[in-house]
């Protein structure tokens, strides 16, 4: 019997750790993931030819953040998810979470933008093309907070608590455009808070934390709404599979708690990178400061020292 026009069936066994992570391939994923993979790989190693360093830690990164959506979508999971509640919110949160935030630590526009080759005078290729769309209004308007924090809160109160959830799950190319969108959604949400790509919106430091806190209670308020809920909220999860053994209720308050769980998780990990990058940026100044008064014999504080000296002498 399918399941919402997947050609899944609706007898999947009980749920287990190793039956969620057995390959199970979505062909439009995997597709993107590799093709994600492969750009990278091609830039990254069209730096190193010409001499040019890449950190390491950067490409880990990334390549972590790709595969951690082939888990979601490539394997069991994504199976799983069409009938269970809970599989389906582990799916969301580390696609619209935790993905991004290792995608964008690994810089992909940084490194298009040093890969990609200039078109010459006059001529418009990927790379000015790419530099036109990081500038444009639509940059500007998408990636500014008055847009990201209730485009992120709209995702989940919007989606799960309408029909348009129950709509989107009940075909396949709806699921995919969910999960794209999931994505999408964390990736602008994040990236102007990270700061290790170029953008049109480059808050300082306290801004960037204050826009992530401004987001992530809203997951934990959502989650805690599932957990104490008394009835099933989505119709799709109302009537889960008998082969499956799990009740509805218990398996919507699980979901309520993966979703309070990472509202935490990602927080953390990008406030410790935030910290690094503010130690790191405060670092380079103090080295910048200390070449400059080398080079000018600190003639800073002299005119400093001169402008107080002025002072103690009109106040006289």
């Not at 595969?67 to 994504?78: A, K, P, Q, V």
């Not at 990081?134 to 209730?150: C, D, E, K, N, Q």
Request: charged share 15%; net charge neutral; with cysteine.
């Amino acid at each position: 019997m399918d399941h919402s026009g997947h050609g899944m069936t609706m007898d999947l066994p009980p749920f287990t750790l190793g039956r969620g992570l057995e390959w199970s391939a979505d062909p439009f994923f995997l597709v993107a993931c590799l093709v994600g993979l492969a750009l990278y790989g091609w830039g990254v190693v069209r730096l190193v030819r010409r001499g040019d360093k890449w950190p390491v830690g950067r490409t880990v990164a990334y390549a972590l953040g790709v595969l951690s959506i082939m888990l979601m979508m490539c394997t069991g999971l994504n199976d799983y998810g069409m009938v269970m509640f809970s599989v389906h919110m582990v799916q969301h949160m580390v696609i619209s979470m935790v993905s991004p935030i290792l995608i964008l630590l690994g810089a992909p526009i940084t490194l298009a933008l040093r890969a990609l080759p200039t078109a010459g005078r006059g001529r418009k290729g990927p790379r000015e093309l790419l530099l036109m769309f990081l500038h444009s209004r639509y940059m500007r308007i998408v990636t500014h907070p008055a847009f990201t924090i209730p485009l992120f809160i709209a995702s989940l109160y919007g989606l799960y608590f309408t029909p348009l959830f129950d709509t989107l799950m009940g075909s396949k190319a709806g699921h995919i455009a969910m999960m794209v969108h999931f994505l999408a959604v964390g990736l602008v949400f994040f990236w102007p808070i990270m700061g290790v790509d170029p953008g049109p919106h480059r808050p300082g430091y306290l801004m960037r934390m204050l826009e992530l806190f401004a987001g992530m209670p809203f997951h934990a308020f959502f989650g805690i709404a599932l957990m104490m809920a008394s009835q099933p909220m989505v119709a799709t999860f109302e009537n889960p599979p008998a082969s499956l053994g799990i009740e509805a209720l218990s398996d919507q308050n699980a979901a309520g708690g993966i979703a309070w769980a990472f509202s935490e998780i990602p927080s953390v990990l990008v406030l410790i990178a935030l910290l690094f990058q503010w130690y790191a940026s405060e670092q380079r100044q103090a080295r910048r400061t200390d070449r400059a008064a080398e080079r000018d014999g600190d003639k800073e504080l002299e005119a400093y020292n001169a402008y107080l000296a002025s002072l103690n002498t009109q106040g006289r």
